[in-house]
Structure formats: structure tokens, C-alpha cells
């Protein structure tokens, strides 16, 4: 159990591009997903969490309007790079934890991940 | 300032020795403390969770210890493989934040047959 799927798993696309990725939790619910990059050789920083019908909350240095999130739903969660330029390139993984699951002893399950490229 | 460090950026091991990675924290009061797993490419698989109050956590071939007082956990594997090649990163669950956890940057660990 646990399973959560994010699509696309790759996209190239040209400078100005806005890019939507999807993260599915699809045996569980999850009240709040999280979205992490990651760049080559470096851990995994935290953008922003999502919750579920109401705003996302951002990290520091993280532009909302350039991140777009909208947690529609108990088991979708999408991120949208808007306008995206070369310094996005990044690999983006999501992750979600078990509703009901706050007391923080309960592990995130992570997506495979979505390798992002602006030419 | 907060710091979450993993000391060895890479370890190169002979199979069927014990693995030690270490993580030290500054600054920062974890309520639990994490060990994923992640291959290249993909995400991080959870492996184990120790909690502030316990010592010592075993899985397995794996075992966690947790120090609050030298702010350090170490993350044993033992009879390596070379299947156990990966990249393992340690992360602090926060009991202050809602939900986040911060993760250390990774020790990308190599078992040579």
C-alpha cells in the first residue's frame, strides 16, 4: 500500500512553457501533499505544501506565482511551472502523507519523480 | 543557523561489511528522525523512523540509533550487498512544523562485490 503515481515522468519543452505535473496518492488519502526539487547530487528541498482545499503554504524564496498549486481533491495535487525558463530544469517530486497521519510519526510516501527540461 | 549534515558524501564499501552513515543536526528539535533510500532517478523510499525517545531501532539488516544529546543518528547496514547501493538520506520530522520534514543531502553509499 502507500502508492503514490506522478505523471508526466519526464517533459522537454521550449522556454515559456507552462508545465503542469500531477501527483496522485492512489490507494490512500492524504490531506496534504508536499513538493520537493531536486537538483543533480543535492537533497531534496522543500517548495511548498499542498492542502487540500485551501492554499498552498510556500517555502521562503519560492515565487507562488510561478508555482501554481491546486490540491483539488484528497488524492490529486498538481504543481504548475508557469512561464518556465531554463533555470527550472530540475527533477520535481511530490509526496504525500496518510490523513489522520499529523502526529508527524508517519513517513511520506514519495513519487518517482518528474525530470523537468527547458530548452 | 539550522543544519542537517550527512557526513560522508560517499562511501565505498567491500560487500558483506557493516555500513555506517552518520547524520548530525544543529539547531533544530526533532520529534523523529527518518531514513529513506533513494535510487537514481527516482524517489525516496522509506526505510525506518526512530523516535526522540528510543535509542535504538533495528529492520532487517538495518538499524538506526538516535542521540538527542549529540544531536546525531547513525544508520547501520549490516552483510551488505551491492543491491544495497544507493543513495540514503536521513530526515528530521519536526514537532513544531505541521507535517514537513527536512532532509540531510544524502551519502551515496557503493557495496563492491
Known amino acids: 500500500g502507500a502508492v503514490v503515481s506522478q505523471h508526466p515522468s519526464r517533459v522537454i519543452c521550449k522556454s515559456g512553457t507552462s508545465v503542469k505535473i500531477e501527483c496522485r496518492s492512489l490507494?490512500?488519502?492524504?490531506?496534504?501533499m508536499f513538493w520537493y526539487r531536486q537538483f543533480p547530487k543535492q537533497s531534496l528541498m522543500l517548495m511548498a505544501t499542498?492542502?487540500?482545499?485551501?492554499?498552498?503554504?510556500?517555502e521562503q524564496g519560492v515565487e507562488k506565482d510561478k508555482f501554481l498549486i491546486n490540491h483539488a481533491s484528497l488524492t490529486l495535487s498538481t504543481l504548475t511551472v508557469t512561464s518556465a525558463h531554463p533555470e527550472d530544469s530540475s527533477f520535481y517530486i511530490c509526496?504525500?502523507?496518510?490523513?489522520?497521519?499529523?502526529?508527524?510519526?508517519?513517513?511520506?510516501?514519495f513519487g518517482d519523480g518528474t525530470r523537468l527540461s527547458i530548452l | 543557523s539550522q543544519k542537517i549534515e550527512q557526513n560522508s558524501e560517499a562511501l565505498n564499501i567491500q560487500e558483506g561489511k557493516t555500513a555506517t552513515l552518520t547524520c548530525n543536526y544543529t539547531?533544530?528539535?526533532?520529534?523523529?528522525l527518518q531514513w529513506y533510500r533513494q535510487d537514481p532517478g527516482r524517489g525516496p523510499v522509506f526505510l525506518l523512523l526512530?523516535?526522540?525517545?528510543?535509542k535504538e531501532k533495528r529492520k532487517e539488516r538495518l538499524k538506526v540509533t538516535f542521540d538527542t544529546t549529540l544531536k546525531q543518528s547513525l544508520f547501520h547496514i549490516t552483510a551488505s550487498q551491492p543491491a544495497d547501493s544507493a543513495t540514503y538520506l536521513c530526515?528530521?520530522?519536526?514537532?513544531?512544523?505541521?507535517?514537513?520534514?527536512?532532509f540531510g543531502s544524502g551519502t551515496r553509499l557503493s557495496i563492491r562485490p
Open positions: 490507494d490512500f488519502q492524504a490531506t496534504t
Open positions: 539547531n533544530y528539535s526533532p520529534a523523529y
Open positions: 530526515a528530521l520530522d519536526l514537532y513544531s512544523s505541521a507535517s514537513k520534514i527536512i
Open positions: 509526496s504525500a502523507r496518510r490523513t489522520g497521519s499529523r502526529g508527524s510519526n508517519q513517513p511520506q510516501h
Open positions: 499542498s492542502n487540500e482545499g485551501s492554499k498552498a503554504t510556500y
Open positions: 526512530i523516535r526522540e525517545n528510543e
